[in-house]
């Protein structure tokens, strides 16, 4: 009998099913690498459950790759598979030999050890999706169920057996894997629940990056634009309306978008990763998902063409109104310049030019690749750097009377808060900003 996987779902698409048979594919990984019985057994479990988790992938190129390392006599095992069920594989060591964990059971979590699974899914992004837990059992099939109840957060039910003969050929070989997909309740109850095991030095982090790139702080952009305003302007009721509004909209599309997730049972992700990944597993799994994605995705490119208009005034400003440099004039020569250095940027990234920067780290010196230098500077340096002599230079330089004084235009406008925003500028932000500084030198963390 030829090899299969079926698939199945219930419950109006909350419940999804896999099952393999895979006797030939074991057999023949058994020949190409010559395994022992228990080796065949191990190397055979897990290209099961790739052929079945490579079946879950939507792109033609998009692979998956399953990755165990322990520290037992086997040392680890690599597998991968694609959107077809084809899968491939090898075991470090394939010449194990351990007495049977009991009479006609093959010891194979004695084989592996303890240490570490992971999985890597390579959906045509620059970064794969990655997660990773340590080894359960190392029976390979309750590691995974762990896996995806900790990494994805589906809770999955998963089986995995290989028959090996005396002769050491193998009889029977399959698996199945039972997955309870969250609906859109789950989703709405992920964005209402508080838990507090989340709240640790990353998550500040990751906040204070949220305020840098979405209020566009730390590049003088607001500071630009407010300088536009006339005295009658009320600047401090329109920064916190900005305030508000941002906050808003960001919520108003978390409660769209994070129930459709939970809903067609993709992973969540961050960032590039969630917009271009995870997102787009969510409209290939809705009706009508080609022309949802394709309006999302072109108001998503207007979004990021007016982003990069923001970013430009500030440096367009400069030039004109402190070097007299003509606005149109200024405006193609800064935005060719950007344009070069995006070219540089794309390349580096795509892997078809090999140019690398120079960056300092809590490793020593290292020499990443163009694009990530790029990145590193930016993100790891020059924004909070700009933040930072922003806060000093308004709270100790300028002062915070002048400050509050240009804020209320002279006083016109109330400032109810302005004893405690004078503290905050003066202390508690410049600590705040020298703390990410250090996170993002020292322990590599990035805010954006």
């Not at 997955?179 to 990751?206: C, H, R, W």
């Not at 090999?354 to 809590?362: A, L, R, Y």
Request: hydrophobic share 50%; aromatic share 12%; net charge negative.
């Amino acid at each position: 009998m030829n090899d299969y996987i079926v698939r199945a779902t219930a419950g109006d698409g909350s419940i999804r099913a896999f099952a393999a048979t895979t006797r030939g594919l074991v057999q023949k990984a058994r020949e190409i690498h010559h395994t022992s019985p228990v080796a065949s057994a191990a190397l055979g479990r897990l290209l099961t459950a790739a052929a079945m988790m490579g079946s879950m992938l939507k792109g033609d190129k998009d692979l998956v790759t399953l990755q165990i390392r322990g520290d037992g006599p086997l040392q680890g095992i690599v597998v991968s598979g694609d959107c077809c069920g084809r899968v491939k594989g090898y075991v470090f060591n394939p010449n194990v030999e351990l007495p049977d964990k009991y009479p006609g059971k093959l010891d194979v979590g004695g084989a592996i050890g303890a240490g570490y699974l992971d999985v890597i899914k390579d959906i045509g992004m620059r970064e794969p999706y990655a997660g990773r837990i340590e080894l359960v059992t190392g029976e390979i099939a309750e590691d995974l169920t762990y896996y995806f109840a900790q990494s994805e957060q589906t809770p999955s039910a998963v089986g995995l057996g290989v028959l090996v003969e005396t002769d050491t050929s193998v009889r029977r070989a399959g698996g199945f894997m039972i997955q309870l997909l969250p609906g859109a309740d789950e989703g709405l109850k992920y964005m209402l629940t508080f838990d507090a095991s989340t709240i640790n030095g990353n998550a500040f982090l990751v906040a204070l990056g949220q305020a840098f790139f979405s209020l566009s702080l730390g590049m003088g952009v607001m500071i630009t634009y407010a300088s536009y305003l006339s005295k009658d302007d009320n600047l401090v009721s329109n920064t916190g309306i900005i305030c508000v509004l941002d906050t808003c909209v960001a919520l108003f599309a978390g409660f769209m978008i994070i129930p459709a997730v939970f809903a067609t049972g993709i992973a969540p992700g961050m960032g590039g990763g969630f917009a271009f990944a995870t997102l787009a597993g969510v409209f290939q799994a809705i009706p009508g998902g080609t022309i949802f994605g394709l309006l999302f995705y072109f108001l998503l490119f207007f979004a990021a063409v007016t982003s990069s208009t923001s970013i430009l005034e500030g440096t367009v400003a400069f030039l004109t109104e402190e070097k007299g440099w003509e606005r149109k004039k200024t405006l193609v020569i800064v935005s060719i310049v950007l344009f070069i250095i995006g070219i540089f940027y794309t390349f580096s990234q795509a892997g078809f030019m090999e140019i690398h920067g120079i960056w300092f780290s809590k490793n020593g010196v290292e020499y990443p690749i163009f694009g990530d230098f790029l990145e590193y500077l930016t993100d790891r340096l020059l924004l909070p750097l700009g933040a930072f002599f922003t806060t000093i230079f308004v709270g100790w330089v300028w002062g915070v009377d002048n400050a509050v004084k240009e804020a209320t235009s002279d006083g016109k406008f109330s400032f109810a808060l302005a004893p405690l925003w004078k503290v905050l500028l003066k202390f508690v932000a410049p600590i705040c900003i020298i703390v990410i500084i250090i996170a993002g030198m020292v322990l590599g963390m990035s805010i954006s």
